[in-house]
């Protein structure tokens, strides 16, 4: 029997968070992906392409492993009670919960990060306290079966960790051969930690003010709940 990966998608999703993680499960044998939206419409990605979703939110088959991409739209999904309870339905028979990115908080949203270690983009990470989980340094952080991911581009990284702790280490190398990931980016700063002062102060304020946003919505929720 195949394994379900299911990945739901809203709109404003990033689209990487998604491909990324996707294109490298593709190889693990009898999976199979099972990309869903509420309607199995074209669902538009932060790039302004969309992706054309084989499943709807009435007919995805259960899911093995849950994987939550983030994106802009994470604000507004936090609160579409549709996608949260598809989400909450789903990560109850499911034997992986994880999120790449932004996605946590569709988790968090959904009462499933309480007590928690996890991590998301660097960013955001102020927030997760306010879903009940205990943010945990990590470009992937592993809580049980809750696996968890930083940034849009660490969702490759977080594949090939989820690859070696359900499949094996081998064959996660051997994938990680085959799509040929040898990063060795021209920069070096992809983090807070590595960035030079000037490059952080110019893209730090986009962060605060989408700080702000998350934490509104996740207010709003708990308000209405």
Known sequence: MAFNIVFPLFPG????????????????????????????????TDCGFSILPRFSFDDCPPADMICI??????????????????VARHCQGATYITSVCTGAFILGAAGLLEGRRATTHWGYTNALQVCGAEFTEGRVVVDGNLITAGGVTSGIDFSLAVIAEVWGETLARSIQLRMEYNPHPPFKGGHPSTAGADILSEVQPFYDKALEKVLGALAKRQKSS
């Open 13 to 44: 999703v990033t689209q990487l968070d998604f491909t990324g993680t996707a294109q490298m499960l593709t190889y693990v044998p009898d999976v199979e992906l099972c990309v869903v939206s509420e309607k199995a419409e074209p669902v538009q």
């Open 69 to 86: 991409p983030g994106g802009p739209g994470v604000f507004e999904a936090i609160n579409h009670q549709p996608l949260i309870d598809f």
